[in-house]
C-alpha cells in the first residue's frame, strides 16, 4: 500500500467559509476517484506551533493508483484551491509497513534506535 499524507498550513488571512468549502471539496474526492482505498481528513486540534492547521491521509493500492489519482481532474482542482488559501503544503507518499512485521525481525537484524 503506499500512504499518501498532506499537511496543510493556511495564509494567516484565509476565511472559515474558504476552509469550509475545501473541507467540503476533499470530502468528496473519494466518491469520485475510485483509486482512493482509504481516506481520513481534518484539522488540527492540538494547534502547537509546530502544527499544521489540517491534514489527510489517503492510501493507494500501489504507485500506478496514485498516479492516477494526481492526474484525475478533481484532484486538480482542489490543488488549485489548496494553493490559493494555504501558505505551505507538505506531503510525503510511502510504502507502508506494518507495525507488526517489525517486531517479527530477530533483534540481529533490527534498526537501532534512536536516542
Do not use: W
Not at 500500500?1 to 493556511?10: A, D, P, R
Not at 491534514?55 to 490543488?79: C, E, M, S, W
Amino acid at each position: 500500500m503506499i500512504n499518501h499524507i498532506v499537511l496543510m498550513k493556511f495564509k494567516p488571512d484565509v476565511s472559515e467559509d474558504a476552509i469550509k468549502d475545501l473541507e467540503s471539496s476533499l470530502d468528496e474526492l473519494p466518491n469520485r476517484i475510485y483509486e482512493i482505498q482509504m481516506y481520513e481528513l481534518g484539522r488540527d486540534v492540538v494547534r502547537s506551533r509546530q502544527s499544521y492547521d489540517f491534514g489527510l491521509v489517503a492510501l493507494f493500492a500501489n504507485l500506478d493508483t496514485l498516479q492516477r489519482y494526481h492526474n484525475h481532474p478533481d484532484h486538480k482542482t482542489i490543488v488549485q484551491k489548496m494553493n490559493t488559501i494555504c501558505e505551505n503544503i507538505v506531503t510525503v507518499d510511502f510504502e507502508g509497513t506494518d507495525s507488526g512485521s517489525l517486531r517479527e525481525q530477530s533483534p540481529e537484524t533490527r534498526l537501532p534506535l534512536l536516542s
